[in-house]
Nanobody, 124 residues
């Protein structure tokens, strides 16, 4: 079993930055890709960014976060990061990391393991 734990969320002003981390634990981690999702109150969970675990770390982003968010990985630490800059109120949500055995795309069903989430609140 793979367990994922997010950290780094908090309260930030509009235009500010946060860096989220997601550390995998349990038995030896093995994954094809990792992703970040978010869910705001009253809304469906949505894909934010994904990254392949092998090779050069190909990335894929939701259009609304391109140029503001950056997903990265540290395979040696079994950790994935989400650097969030120029934060907007609409970025307020619980952010979840996820691990996939088959891909790193936007489909919720692609992912096999999920973290508990970390709250990000953007306020003016």
């Amino acid at each position: 079993q793979v367990q994922l734990a997010e950290s780094g969320g908090g309260l930030v002003q509009v235009g500010g930055s946060l860096r989220l981390s997601c550390a995998a634990s349990g038995r030896t981690f093995s994954s094809y890709g990792m992703g970040w999702f978010r869910q705001a109150p009253g809304k469906e969970r949505e894909f934010v960014a994904g990254i392949s675990w092998s090779g050069g770390g190909d990335t894929y982003y939701k259009d609304s976060v391109k140029g503001r968010f950056t997903i990265s990985r540290d395979n040696a630490k079994n950790t994935v990061y989400l650097q969030m800059n120029s934060l907007k109120p609409e970025d307020t949500a619980v952010y979840y990391c996820a691990a996939s055995l088959s891909g790193y795309g936007s489909s919720w069903s692609t992912y096999n393991y999920w973290g508990q989430g970390t709250q990000v609140t953007v306020s003016s």
